[in-house]
């Protein structure tokens, strides 16, 4: 009679397992839906308020056996399960997601092709002084078979009393140096009226760090035909980055890049941390190719190359660092540019430690 009464008892448990089951999915699809309608307002995902009211309707009416704060804690465990079936219902829909676009995008510049598994390198000046800087510069690049430039002619700068840049006449600059050494064009453009402009002049738009998060610019440079590579921001989280990344991709333009700077923490010892666990979450988390900074994220000349190799190593489909003739008077960030023979000798490690390898046979200098 015992063991009849206890499979008894077990099979009435089993059926409220069930029953539990089902209720607990049922209340799944009504969050998933309260996601979508949120999603569609502009709404946060998480309501503190809500969920202390949920909270507290359970309080008053428990009637036992167990404790209320052991059915809060339970409820807690519930409520954070559906908290993560919104998130990853987000995360499913944004067009920058890997979920929904499983295979790598491949952004196509000037015939060299980003995010096809060959690591790259990007160098150039931090700031576009002069034709003959850049030229100087131009060559370097070219003798090491690479065909990136970046300079910056628009220089968002922490103090307005700091060199800006050159503005259009800086792109002018980049454009014919680059023309002359078939290379392609990298500088950031920081306002959405000088978009239209800068397409006369760069093969690829760059969105600097502070501008992460200026939505006209990214939703400008989202309208035309042109690549983006976008900055994270100083103390962006990786959702924010992302987020930014698909405001461009709204807009139609799905040829984004994005590229790990470094974030700002307490640490004083480098300019900024590099993120460098962002470089496999990025490639995990989207399809878009994956650039680390070097320069920016430490400010430091002596730590570029073990960053480099790090983010080489760990999977980023390209390095960018920066590079003057004499870095001791350039107008910016002096303190981290590599000079012309400090740049050649750190291609030159970089493939000796068998992490990078040259597109192309370097050209012999007459």
């Not at 300079?151 to 700068?157: D, H, I, L, Q």
């Not at 009393?161 to 290379?183: H, M, S, T």
């Given at each position: 009679?015992g063991?009849?009464q206890?499979e008894e008892?077990?099979n009435?448990l089993?059926k409220?397992n069930l029953?539990?089951?089902?209720?607990?999915?049922e209340?799944a699809?009504l969050?998933?839906?309260i996601?979508r309608?949120?999603?569609?307002q502009g709404l946060n995902?998480?309501?503190?308020?809500?969920?202390?009211?949920m909270?507290?309707?359970i309080a008053e009416n428990?009637?036992?056996?167990?404790e209320?704060s052991?059915?809060?804690?339970?409820?807690?465990?519930?409520?954070?399960?559906?908290?993560?079936?919104?998130?990853?219902?987000?995360?499913k829909?944004?067009l920058?997601?890997?979920?929904?676009?499983?295979?790598n995008?491949?952004v196509t510049?000037?015939?060299?092709?980003?995010?096809?598994?060959k690591?790259?390198l990007?160098?150039?000046?931090?700031s576009?002084?002069s034709?003959?800087?850049?030229?100087?510069?131009a060559k370097?690049?070219?003798?090491?078979?690479i065909?990136f430039?970046?300079?910056?002619a628009?220089?968002?700068r922490?103090?307005?009393?700091?060199f800006?840049g050159?503005?259009?006449?800086g792109?002018?600059?980049l454009k014919?140096?680059?023309?002359?050494?078939?290379?392609?064009?990298i500088s950031e453009i920081?306002?959405?009226?000088?978009i239209?402009?800068?397409l006369d002049?760069?093969?690829v738009i760059?969105?600097?760090?502070?501008n992460?998060?200026?939505?006209e610019?990214?939703?400008?440079?989202g309208s035309?035909d042109?690549?983006?590579?976008l900055k994270?921001?100083?103390a962006?989280t990786?959702?924010?980055?992302?987020?930014?990344a698909?405001?461009?991709?709204?807009?139609g333009n799905g040829?984004?890049m994005?590229?790990e700077r470094?974030?700002r923490?307490?640490e004083?010892a480098?300019r900024n941390t590099?993120d460098i666990?962002?470089v496999?979450i990025?490639?995990?988390e989207?399809?878009?190719p994956v650039?680390?900074?070097v320069t920016?994220?430490?400010g430091?000349?002596?730590?570029?190359l073990?960053?480099?190799?790090a983010?080489?190593?760990?999977?980023?489909d390209g390095?960018m660092?920066?590079?003057h003739?004499d870095?001791?008077?350039?107008?910016?960030d002096?303190?981290?540019?590599m000079?012309?023979?400090?740049f050649?000798?750190f291609v030159?490690?970089?493939?000796?430690?068998?992490?990078?390898k040259?597109?192309?046979e370097p050209v012999q200098?007459?």
């Amino acid at each position: 009679m015992g063991n009849e009464q206890l499979e008894e008892l077990r099979n009435q448990l089993d059926k409220v397992n069930l029953q539990l089951m089902e209720l607990i999915n049922e209340r799944a699809s009504l969050v998933k839906e309260i996601g979508r309608v949120k999603s569609a307002q502009g709404l946060n995902r998480f309501d503190p308020v809500r969920e202390r009211k949920m909270l507290d309707l359970i309080a008053e009416n428990n009637k036992g056996p167990f404790e209320t704060s052991t059915l809060q804690h339970i409820f807690k465990q519930i409520f954070k399960a559906g908290l993560e079936l919104q998130e990853d219902d987000h995360s499913k829909a944004l067009l920058v997601s890997r979920k929904k676009h499983p295979d790598n995008t491949i952004v196509t510049i000037k015939k060299e092709a980003v995010g096809d598994g060959k690591q790259r390198l990007i160098a150039g000046p931090c700031s576009v002084e002069s034709y003959e800087q850049v030229e100087e510069v131009a060559k370097a690049l070219k003798a090491e078979g690479i065909k990136f430039l970046r300079g910056g002619a628009f220089k968002p700068r922490t103090s307005p009393y700091d060199f800006q840049g050159l503005g259009e006449e800086g792109l002018k600059i980049l454009k014919d140096v680059a023309r002359k050494y078939d290379l392609a064009v990298i500088s950031e453009i920081v306002s959405p009226q000088h978009i239209e402009m800068a397409l006369d002049y760069v093969d690829v738009i760059q969105i600097g760090a502070r501008n992460m998060q200026n939505f006209e610019l990214l939703k400008a440079a989202g309208s035309v035909d042109k690549p983006v590579l976008l900055k994270r921001g100083l103390a962006a989280t990786i959702e924010e980055f992302v987020n930014a990344a698909e405001y461009i991709h709204s807009k139609g333009n799905g040829n984004i890049m994005l590229c790990e700077r470094g974030i700002r923490t307490y640490e004083k010892a480098t300019r900024n941390t590099l993120d460098i666990s962002a470089v496999p979450i990025l490639k995990q988390e989207t399809h878009l190719p994956v650039w680390v900074d070097v320069t920016h994220s430490t400010g430091r000349r002596d730590l570029l190359l073990p960053t480099a190799k790090a983010a080489l190593a760990i999977g980023a489909d390209g390095v960018m660092a920066e590079v003057h003739p004499d870095p001791a008077v350039a107008l910016s960030d002096s303190a981290q540019q590599m000079d012309i023979p400090q740049f050649k000798e750190f291609v030159s490690n970089l493939i000796e430690s068998g992490l990078y390898k040259r597109e192309k046979e370097p050209v012999q200098q007459k």
